[in-house]
Nanobody, 123 residues
Framework: QVQLIESGGGLVQAGGSLRLACAVT????????MGWFRQAPGKEREFVAA????????WYGDSGKGRFTIARDIAKQTLYLQMNSLRSEDTAVYYC????????????????WGQGTQVTVSS
């Protein structure tokens, strides 16, 4: 059974940093792309960043450009999201996801989802 388990969320002051991690268990994801999405209360799930597991090519949504960095560690089967210069508007539940086909920034392109980790940025 495939599982994506996020960690690293928490409470941080504006301007601070957090690193999220997503541990992948159950299978290898060499043909997958993996992404980070976020969802704030009352808002739709939003694409943050994604990466192709095989070649480390990153993509960033508007919310992730410039301040966030996505990376993966193949040996550890772990996906990361380094978030710097955090703002109050970054407050959301952050989800890790894995998919194989479709547009990398679309929610519907992803087949597997983690349970989410809360990030709260205080101003």
């Amino acid at each position: 059974q495939v599982q994506l388990i996020e960690s690293g969320g928490g409470l941080v002051q504006a301007g601070g940093s957090l690193r999220l991690a997503c541990a992948v268990t159950g299978r290898t994801f060499s043909s997958y792309f993996m992404g980070w999405f976020r969802q704030a209360p009352g808002k739709e799930r939003e694409f943050v960043a994604a990466i192709r597991w095989s070649d480390d090519s990153p993509w960033y949504g508007d919310s992730g450009k410039g301040r966030f960095t996505i990376a993966r560690d193949i040996a550890k089967q772990t996906l990361y999201l380094q978030m710097n210069s955090l703002r109050s508007e970054d407050t959301a539940v952050y989800y890790c996801a894995a998919g194989t086909t479709g547009r990398i920034e679309y929610v519907r392109s992803y087949d597997y989802w983690g349970q989410g980790t809360q990030v709260t940025v205080s101003s």
